[in-house]
């Protein structure tokens, strides 16, 4: 069993920063790629970043420039740094990972609970 849980939210001034933190935990026996997600008020869930284990990396244009992922293997922890934030960035923020856990044939698609982000003045 795979667990990911998400940290770090809350609520900043426009233009202020935050950084998310997620860590996965269980019978883990291989992680491929990790990723950010988030879902606005009134919207569908909308892709952000997110960051292969060779650490390549690809963003949504609204947040490119902005926003930075990175992960820490050892720790099977990805981060998303988060700069320059707008009152439309306001969401909740989830984690996403393609995780093999140990005995499986495929690798599963897990996801956080999610962390809410609030950017207002």
């Known amino acids: 069993q795979v667990q990911l849980v998400e940290s770090g939210g809350g609520l900043v001034q426009p233009g202020g920063s935050l950084r998310l933190s997620c860590a996965a935990s269980?019978?883990?026996?291989?992680?491929?790629?990790m990723g950010w997600y988030r879902q606005g008020p009134g919207k569908q869930r909308e892709f952000v970043a997110l960051?292969?284990?060779?650490?390549?990396?690809n963003y949504a244009d609204s947040v490119k420039g902005r926003f930075t992922i990175a992960r820490d293997n050892a720790k099977n922890t990805v981060y998303l740094q988060m700069n320059g934030l707008k009152p439309e960035d306001t969401a909740v923020y989830y984690c996403n990972a393609a995780i093999k856990t140990s005995g499986a044939r495929a690798p599963g698609n897990y996801w956080g609970q999610g962390t809410q982000v609030t950017v207002s003045s």
């Open positions: 269980g019978t883990i026996f291989s992680i491929n790629a």
């Open positions: 960051i292969f284990s060779s650490g390549n990396t």
